[in-house]
């Protein structure tokens, strides 16, 4: 699987964006780019995912590059409940599929 | 959502006991499930992938002896960790992955603390 790169943390005030950057400029093909979050002492939380095209749901929406090299999870209005450590991940999608985990970027929500 | 439970959710035991932790798909069944280990600060290190009615794969640099995983039907998988020591302890979690919609489900996590 492809290795990738986030700043290990980002600070983001209440009600603005917070833009969370992954380089992943190895990914291969058919390889999707992930993203879950972990909150202290609990199991990851799945948010969203791509192959290409960039996606929205009710949490975030994820902005992928043409060239897939990089992506960028974007909450468009924080809230201190989003305080978390935030894990973007390329891997195969289907029964290949496998997450492994990089550190991640640890991101703080302030008032 | 899906839900995936893991128990016990904490669980202390002396050096040289063996612990089970068990790992169930709650509404939806897998034939895969991963086992994974984290400690303090750190990210979450896959240690095997559980797959139904097969062996476990075991990731490098994991004893499979000391981390015994059976996944004996689609909604569970169990870990035991045999004759625990301190550096046993961690925080262990598991995951699902739905076999119709391969989407991969993690569970609360088990606190392991060895005396």
């Known amino acids: 699987d492809a290795k990738t790169t986030q700043p290990p943390s980002m600070d983001c005030a209440e009600g603005r964006a917070a833009n969370l950057p992954c380089n992943h400029s190895?990914?291969?093909?058919?390889?999707?780019v992930y993203w879950y979050r972990q909150i202290h002492s609990q199991g990851p939380q799945y948010i969203i995912h791509g192959l290409k095209n960039n996606e929205t749901n009710e949490m975030a929406s994820l902005i992928i590059t043409e060239d897939r090299k990089s992506s960028t999870l974007i909450l468009p209005h924080a809230t201190l409940r989003d305080t978390a450590v935030y894990y973007c991940?390329?891997?195969?999608?289907?029964?290949?599929?496998?997450?492994?985990f990089g550190t991640g970027t640890r991101l703080q929500v302030t008032l | 959502g899906a839900v995936v439970s893991q128990h016990p959710s904490r669980v202390i035991c002396k050096s040289g006991t063996s612990v089970k932790i068990e790992c169930r798909s709650l509404?939806?069944?897998?034939?895969?499930m991963f086992w994974y280990r984290q400690f303090p600060k750190k990210s979450l290190m896959l240690m095997a992938t559980?797959?139904?009615?097969?062996?476990?794969?075991?990731e490098q640099g994991v004893e499979k002896d000391k981390f015994l995983i059976n996944h004996a039907s689609l909604t569970l998988s169990t870990l035991t960790v045999t004759s625990a020591h301190p550096e046993d302890s961690s925080f262990y979690i598991c995951?699902?992955?739905?076999?119709?919609?391969?989407?991969?489900?993690f569970g609360p996590g088990t606190r392991l603390t060895v005396l």
């Open positions: 559980s797959n139904e009615g097969s062996k476990a794969t075991y």
């Open positions: 995951s699902a992955r739905d076999l119709v919609s391969y989407e991969q489900f």
């Open positions: 509404d939806f069944q897998a034939t895969t």
């Open positions: 991940i390329v891997s195969l999608w289907g029964t290949a599929s496998k997450l492994t």
């Open positions: 190895t990914i291969s093909g058919n390889e999707y």
